[in-house]
């Protein structure tokens, strides 16, 4: 009977410890989640600059592929270069690509930012689609940005592999987008129903 109640009285103990974890991990911020170590105490996160705070000494980051935000503390020992010189947290603006070398601790350790070159393809999920403006917006895949692209008539369409029109592209759909040499028109669109 003792052994019975020792027994009990251990899972018990084990699946509390077990629950507290799970809900201690499912409540953690997407930051945090973005910034979890990969490897010795370390880590890089690479993204697009959402935000850059001189005030309170951070850096925002839309962090590649995943879409999670990241906060990362600057500090006075935080190496930053912008472009191929040496700079310093106002120099990096809003939509730079950025490569952010944490410390141990999370905050930066060094921060390698760059502006973006101009697009002439684009690849993505659709969350737009405007006939009455005739433009498409797509979330990029590997970037996460949000950007919006103006179909014309000269705008060649294919939908799941047959010609199509801006009507034929649905939410949801991936796409591939040729810009025209202004950087914002699409010049061909390819478009096609997620799998299911």
């Known amino acids: 009977m003792k052994k019975l109640i020792l027994v009990l009285a251990l899972v018990l103990a084990t699946s509390v410890g077990l629950s507290a974890t799970a ?27 959402a935000a850059v705070d001189t005030t309170a ?12 935000t990241a906060v990362i503390s600057v500090t006075d020992k935080t190496k930053i270069r912008v472009g191929k010189k040496a700079g310093t947290l106002a120099d990096i603006q809003a939509g730079y690509r950025a490569v952010v070398k944490l410390a141990k601790d999370g905050s930066a350790k060094r921060i390698h930012a760059w502006a973006a070159h ?21 979330q990029l895949r590997k970037t996460c940005e949000s950007v919006t692209v103006q179909v014309t008539d000269k705008t060649k369409i294919r939908v799941n592999g047959k010609k199509g029109s801006l009507s ?4 949801g759909y991936r796409a591939y987008v040729k810009l025209a040499k202004d950087g914002t028109t699409g010049k061909r669109i390819h478009a ?3 799998k299911s």
């Open 168 to 171: 034929d592209i649905q939410v």
């Open 23 to 49: 809900i201690a991990s499912a409540h953690r911020a997407p930051a945090q989640t973005a910034l979890a170590s990969k490897g010795k105490g370390h880590g890089t996160v690479r993204g697009v600059v």
């Open 192 to 194: 096609r129903a997620p």
């Open 57 to 68: 000494s951070t850096i925002t980051l839309t962090v590649q592929r995943s879409c999670d």
């Open 118 to 138: 101009k697009r002439h393809v684009l690849h993505g999920k659709v969350t737009g689609v405007d006939t009455g403006a005739n433009t498409l917006t797509l």
